[in-house]
């Protein structure tokens, strides 16, 4: 029987296999962006994500994607399963690399290819014969790549565009219509984006058919119980307002920031002259 615990990555419905994975790389719990994507991506939908860099952004796509390629049968053996749509060489190669962490314990191997621009072809057509599972690819060299006939976008189940909002950014915007333009009508679409401006809304909503929407609260690095407050004043008047505040307010505790070494000594002398200890 199975006893996942609430808010596991078990209780999300990933398999063994991907949990075994997790488990080796550390992960205790779900992000919470990977608490709501991975069953609305399991689930077979379309899904837009605000997602900043650092939110587990890339397993909240790629575990549930995983887990459909490892349970269903392929259309086609030589077909490209699921694309990932990246927006720079980096991405690719971090993106690719997680994904096949994420699949290292799958009881049959996933292909994942990662392309991008900037360097030899050559050796990502290569990379490309056979059957690949999941394609991780910045938009202009999977152009260039299937200008080729290297790669076939028609079997296609699960488009992601990742840091769509950078894709728009860098000038993607003809390259990725071009890209939509070789894939399927039918697939489900995964958008994840840090920001939402005109050109990102515009695409969500042509890309999108009635997408689950999930916006995760970024946590402010403030800790509720601390008040910010700036005080203007003189620059002559600083350290008076400072010995004036620390008594009125009797704060017994202060760490005060100053600019300089001088500044410092500067100041240390003048709350000492006052009474204060510092
Ligand atoms: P991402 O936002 O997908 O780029 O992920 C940011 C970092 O968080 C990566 O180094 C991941 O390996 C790590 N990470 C993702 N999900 C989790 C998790 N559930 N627990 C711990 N670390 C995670």
Request: charge should be neutral.
């Amino acid at each position: 029987m199975s006893t996942a615990l609430p808010g596991s990555f078990a209780s999300l419905g990933l398999s063994e296999f991907l949990l075994s994975s997790l488990n080796e790389l550390g992960y205790a719990q779900p992000t919470p962006i990977q608490t709501q994507a991975i069953p609305a991506v399991l689930n077979g939908g379309d899904v837009v994500a605000a997602a900043q860099t650092g939110s587990g952004k890339t397993g909240a796509f790629s575990l549930p994607i995983l887990q459909a390629i490892s349970t269903k049968q392929a259309s086609s053996k030589r077909a490209v399963r699921a694309l990932v749509l990246v927006p720079t060489r980096e991405l690719a190669m971090q993106v690719g690399d997680a994904i096949r962490a994420y699949a290292q314990h799958l009881p049959e191997a996933v292909k994942v290819v990662t392309v991008f621009g900037g360097v030899s072809i050559n050796p990502q057509m290569l990379a490309l014969r056979g059957s690949t599972d999941i394609l991780v690819a910045t938009p202009g060299r999977l152009l260039d790549l299937a200008d080729k006939n290297a790669v076939t976008l028609k079997s296609v189940d699960t488009l992601v565009l990742d840091e769509a909002d950078r894709m728009l950014d860098l000038g993607f915007a003809d390259e990725l219509d071009a890209v939509l333009n070789l894939l399927p009508k039918k697939r489900q679409n995964l958008l994840f984006s840090a920001t939402f401006p005109e050109g990102v809304k515009e695409l969500t909503q042509s890309l999108l058919q009635n997408p689950t929407e999930i916006e995760v609260k970024v946590e402010s690095s403030i800790p509720e119980q601390v008040q910010q407050r700036a005080i203007e004043v003189d620059r002559d008047k600083r350290t008076s307002l400072l010995k004036h505040l620390i008594k009125e307010e009797g704060w017994s505790r202060v760490i005060v920031f100053v600019a300089s070494k001088r500044g410092v000594n500067n100041v240390t002398m003048k709350l000492s002259r006052a009474g204060i200890k510092a």
